[in-house]
């Protein structure tokens, strides 16, 4: 079984940063795939930014150039630097993996996410 828990969201001006963490733990796990997801209110959740076991990364336009993915293989950590915050990225961010498990089937799982206010 596989458990996440972000942390390091808050309230920020606009402008300012934000560092997310995502720490996975369990046993018999092996991860692909990390990422964040956002939702925002009266809104769907989107992908916010991915990254494979590799480091390939994928951004959602809105947040390219400004916001930063990395992820420690060692430790099952990923991060979320993100810089020049909007109030638009206001949302609840939630951290995701994509996992096999010691049987080679596929999991994931998700974190309870982590709130991330910008005001104006």
């Known amino acids: 079984q596989v458990q996440l828990a972000e942390s390091g969201g808050g309230l920020v001006q606009a402008g300012g940063s934000l560092r997310l963490s995502c720490a996975a733990s369990?046993?018999?796990?092996?991860?692909?795939?990390m990422g964040w997801y956002r939702q925002a209110p009266g809104k769907q959740r989107e992908v916010v930014a991915t990254i494979t076991r590799g480091g390939s990364t994928n951004y959602v336009d809105s947040v390219k150039g400004r916001f930063t993915i990395s992820r420690d293989n060692a430790k099952n950590w990923v991060y979320l630097q993100m810089n020049s915050l909007k109030p638009e990225d206001t949302a609840v961010f939630y951290c995701?993996?994509?996992?096999?498990?010691?049987?080679?089937?596929?999991?994931?799982?998700w974190g309870r996410g982590t709130l991330v206010t910008v005001s104006a």
């Open positions: 369990g046993s018999g796990f092996g991860i692909n795939s």
């Open positions: 995701n993996i994509n996992a096999f498990d010691a049987s080679g089937r596929y999991l994931e799982a």
